[in-house]
């Protein structure tokens, strides 16, 4: 598979369709944890899903047009400033599924390594400039505090407390979406197939 | 049915104001300290920031919407005051325990910047519908497209969540426990989130196929039921909130060269 | 030439082996009104996709032959091109709002904007047609509030503003109620006086009798018969559709008009039949009777908001009699099942399952011994295993992965969908999923089976199916309740029936007796099955509920 078809996107009304799906299931994602008290966001299954169904390009606007819209009419503004981690993580779970990352169990373990490693990547700066280097998970603060309390550098502890909060969250997320693409049936999936052709019968 | 938009028309001047007007002014308030760099001038933006929200009635609501940060700026404090690597002069303490003047310095900054944040985000939030954003940005040149993907968002949360009290309803039909220990949380999640998520890419299908219909894909020049008329003072203040940006901007290259 | 020219179309969806039309050739003349009928999965939908051109430009796949609109060849037009000819509206009301406006108003104009119609164009356009459709008084309303029948009325109104000169409805009334089905109807009659090609597809078949100039049969893919309605109605019976009540007695009972063919609608028949048969008195019916109790049901009351009773002070006692609940949407039937399953707490009152109060318990408690099939089948789906989905509830009450398995299979055997175990629940089409749900809640081999709206989006064949399950449930000693809008249904398969209307009972025997009172039929809204229509416009004293009952009791006058 060559790079110009990982990055292949179609920009027809079906995928248009599909970013407000994959908001609005981020949404849920992250409502249903909260109703079910599990400590994870879920907070980004729509994202992943556009991501593997739409491609890097689809994967990276779910998650920008995600923390955009939700910053900018929820009152949630926090979630403006990590506009730019949830847009790299579609589009790196994007690259990850057209390059056949989603296609097994384990597979989608890797993805979800790279999720997690781009979310540390980006979200730590932002935690830094904006927080000071807080997450405002109570378990990753609790590890940022033991680690400023023993002197270590602040990008460090910042970066301690993103992973606990990240990983295993993008760890669960990535299997749920796993689940989620195998249900789904071919006659949806092949409205994203970026390489179809109508065949001629006659 | 219930919108996630917090936004009311409670018919205070401040919903009038155009959208863009009070993105401008986000974008003001929030810069200009950046740039000042001083204490004062979060005070002075804070000041601002409530000051339009008691004059646009939705101070009461705006609270409810910083008060979740106060924690976790709480928590800011604490741990700067006790522990930041550049912590020298002690300034109180309680017990054994002692605050540093430099730690607490930087967590009353990070705490404005928050707060300031918050407070200005919601003038926006909660006294503009999204729609109207929307509108007026595809208004103003750009995409359709883009414009369809804000407001259909709020139209597909309500229904998204009507559907999951259903799917909450057939699966404990089918014996599914709901409550109790966490694995027994973890397993409801599955059977609880795939019909929700399925349906509403397979429903993903029929929406684009009535938007297809609709002409929505057609070429050539849209046109529009409403027009939003901008009040004259929509262009001064915007104006006005440019070069007081620009004139903080030009300070703070002067203040980095000497 | 014809309006539309359809000239040996075939095409195949993605992924799939078998033609989903094949060799379809006919022509539609403008101003004409096309009835399209068939089974499921004969390829009605399919045709009218092509006729717009999303097949194959939107689905893809494999095509062959050719469709030409007003002289436009519909594999090529771009789809929002032809839109401007052709318009079209679908089954399922909530997806052909475009989500993207929150008043019907703006909704209405949504595609006017597309276009580029001028705003005070779009203004006098949508105003004429909110009226003309009688949902002006909805315009500043969210449409996603509005009911089924509401929303499909601003549907069709949002493409009859763009002027198409055909109008495709793809069964619009199949998931509304009747109420909702009815108001969809009078729109379709208006329009049939206004001279627009519409192109309907139905299974209501009194619906295509009554306005179709022409009607096309399809099955398999293939083109049956395209000709006038008693035409296709000769044999349309071979291939899964069951001709109108009308022409099924008038051929029994060999009563033809003057050019010798069999009246399609009702109003035909009266006017041939009238005069030349009497009815004589049907004897009492046989029917089983059951005096174990299995629900009792004392002073329910129940609301959502305090002050506003959906259900006032209900008493009903359920023996293993197979019974029908029925009544217009609001009628408090959906809140009533859904108490009793458990799901809702009574406000008032309580209900009593084999004598044991169900206040305490919880509706996964309960499952092992109540069952209930929700009326979208995609509201529980999540495994990717037909036989799986199936197993998910006999697991969960307990039984071992063995027993369970052989539950479902027997379950999956009653709804004829053995063969499908191993697929993926999402790659069947509705009407099977529906079957899927139901025989996952019949695998829990539960006391008592509540069923919502079992009927929709099945054809002739499925509903027939669903009375002989239903049938074979009551054998096994199981208890049926069903909320139903589907009056044939009704009178052929239940022997009990409860009517309600605002909250309360206000009706409550055997078929025969609900359907004979007049004003119960006014006060729950809704219409007599369509034999027994029949037979009391002819003069039967009797009710008539099957076409048994009518042939035996009917006899030509001398």
Request: one cysteine or more; proline letters at 4%.
């Amino acid at each position: 598979m060559t790079a110009k078809d990982i990055f292949r996107t179609k920009f027809d009304v079906a995928s248009i369709v599909l970013i407000p799906a994959c908001i609005g299931i981020n949404y849920i994602g992250k409502l249903f944890a909260s109703a079910l008290k599990l400590p994870l966001w879920l907070d980004s299954i729509g994202t992943c899903l556009g991501a593997c169904l739409g491609g890097p390009i689809i994967g990276g606007i779910c998650g920008a047009a995600n923390n955009l819209i939700y910053g900018l009419t929820t009152g949630d503004s926090i979630t403006l400033i990590y506009a730019l981690t949830s847009l790299f993580i579609g589009f790196f779970v994007g690259i990850m599924a057209r390059a056949g990352f989603m296609k097994s169990f384990p597979r989608s373990i890797i993805t979800a390594l790279v999720a997690g490693a781009v979310a540390i990547v980006i979200s730590t700066p932002l935690n830094i400039v904006f927080w000071g280097g807080q997450t405002g998970n109570v378990w990753g603060d609790a590890v940022f505090a033991a680690s400023q309390a023993a002197s270590l550098p602040l990008w460090l502890s910042s970066l301690f407390d993103e992973i606990i909060v990240d990983v295993p969250d993008k760890i669960i997320t990535l299997i749920l979406t796993f689940l989620i693409l195998k249900a789904l049936p071919d006659k949806l999936t092949s409205l994203y197939d970026a390489s179809d052709e109508v065949e001629r019968l006659d | 049915m219930k919108s996630i938009s917090l936004y009311k028309d409670n018919g205070t001047w401040l919903c009038r104001v155009h959208p863009f007007t009070k993105l401008m002014y986000i974008a003001a308030v929030i810069l200009i300290p950046l740039f000042l760099h001083t204490l004062w001038a979060y005070a002075v933006a804070i000041a601002l920031d409530v000051a339009i929200l008691i004059s646009g009635k939705s101070l009461k609501r705006a609270r409810a919407l910083i008060i979740f940060s106060f924690t976790i700026i709480a928590t800011i404090f604490l741990i700067k005051g006790l522990f930041d690597g550049d912590n020298i002069t002690p300034l109180f303490s309680l017990g054994s325990i002692v605050f540093y003047k430099e730690g607490l310095l930087k967590a009353l900054r990070t705490g404005c910047v928050i707060i300031n944040m918050l407070l200005s985000f919601s003038i926006l939030v909660l006294t503009t519908k999204p729609e109207d954003i929307a509108d007026e940005m595809e208004r103003h040149g750009f995409s359709p497209r883009l414009s369809y993907v804000i407001s259909s968002v709020f139209s597909i949360i309500p229904q998204m969540m009507g559907t999951m009290d259903t799917i909450t309803d057939a699966q404990r039909s089918r014996g599914m426990e709901t409550e109790g220990k966490l694995s027994v949380r973890m397993k409801a999640f599955i059977p609880l989130i795939t019909p929700v998520v399925t349906s509403s890419l397979i429903n993903t299908r029929e929406r684009a196929i009535a938007l297809e219909v609709r002409g929505f894909g057609a070429k050539g020049k849209r046109s529009y039921l409403r027009t939003w008329k901008k009040h004259k003072g929509d262009k001064a203040i915007t104006i006005l909130l440019i070069i007081a940006t620009f004139l903080a901007f030009i300070w703070k290259i002067i203040t980095w060269l000497i | 030439m014809a309006y539309i020219e359809i000239d040996n179309l075939k095409y195949r969806y993605p992924k799939t082996k078998k033609l989903a039309l094949d060799g379809i050739s006919i022509q539609i003349e403008k101003g004409s009104f096309l009835g399209v009928i068939g089974r499921n999965g004969a390829g009605k939908s399919t045709l009218s996709s092509a006729i717009i051109g999303l097949v194959p430009q939107f689905y893809k796949g494999a095509y062959g032959g050719s469709v030409i609109v007003d002289g436009l060849d519909a594999s090529r037009t771009p789809v929002s091109e032809l839109s401007r000819k052709v318009g079209l509206v679908f089954q399922n009301p909530f997806n052909q709002l475009s989500g993207a406006k929150d008043t019907v108003y703006d909704e209405v104009c949504f595609g006017m904007q597309n276009f580029g119609i001028p705003s005070d164009e779009m203004r006098r356009r949508a105003d004429a047609m909110l009226e003309k459709l009688g949902i002006a008084q909805f315009r500043d309303r969210n449409p996603f509030d509005l009911s089924g029948g509401q929303m499909q009325r601003v549907a069709i109104a949002s493409i009859l503003v763009l002027q198409p000169d055909v109008l495709i409805l793809d069964e619009p009334t199949s998931q509304l109620d009747p109420a909702g089905s009815e108001e969809v109807f009078k729109v379709v009659e208006q329009l049939t006086n206004d001279g627009i090609t519409v192109i309907m597809i139905e299974q209501k078949i009194d619906k295509i009798a009554k306005y179709s100039d022409k009607i096309l049969l399809l099955d398999d893919g293939k083109m049956v018969t395209y000709g006038t309605p008693s035409e296709v109605f000769a044999e349309s019976e071979a291939h899964g559709v069951i001709p109108p009540a009308p022409l099924r007695l008038s051929r029994a009972l060999n009563i033809a008009d003057e050019n010798n063919s069999y009246p399609a609608t009702e109003e035909a028949a009266v006017r041939i039949m009238n005069g030349k048969v009497s009815f004589k008195d049907v004897r009492e019916k046989e029917r089983t009777t059951s005096s174990e109790e299995v629900f009792r049901i004392e002073n329910l009351s129940f609301h959502y908001t305090e002050g506003i009773n959906v259900l006032h002070s209900v008493s009903l006692s359920f023996d293993k009699r197979p019974t029908a609940i029925i009544g217009q949407n609001g009628a408090g039937k959906t809140t009533l099942a859904k108490l009793m399953k458990g799901l809702l707490k009574p406000s008032e009152g309580s209900i009593f399952f084999k004598g044991e109060d169900t206040k305490a318990k919880t509706a996964a408690a309960l499952s092992s011994s109540i069952g209930y099939v929700f009326q979208n089948p995609d509201d529980q789906i999540f495994k990717p295993r037909v036989l799986d989905e199936v197993m998910f509830g006999p697991v969960n009450i307990g039984m071992s992965k063995e027993d369970a398995e052989r539950k479902a299979i027997e379950a999956l055997g009653l709804v004829h969908l053995e063969n499908a175990k191993n697929r993926n629940p999402y790659d069947l089409d509705l009407h099977e999923r529906k079957m899927v749900a139901l025989a996952s809640v019949i695998a829990m081999d539960t006391d008592a089976i509540i069923l919502d709206e079992p009927t929709i989006a099945q054809d002739d064949s499925g509903k027939n199916l669903i009375a002989r399950i239903i049938g074979e449930l009551a054998e096994k000693g199981k208890l049926v309740v069903s909320i139903l809008h589907d009056m044939d249904l009704v009178a052929t398969a239940f022997t009990r029936v409860i009517a309600m209307a605002n909250g309360s009972v206000i009706d409550d025997g055997k078929p025969e007796d609900v359907f004979r009172d007049e004003s119960t039929l006014m006060k729950a809204g809704l219409e007599l099955p369509h034999v027994a229509s029949l037979g009391r416009k002819l003069g039967s004293e009797s009710v008539l509920l099957t076409d048994k009952d009518f042939l035996e009791s009917a006899f030509i006058r001398e």
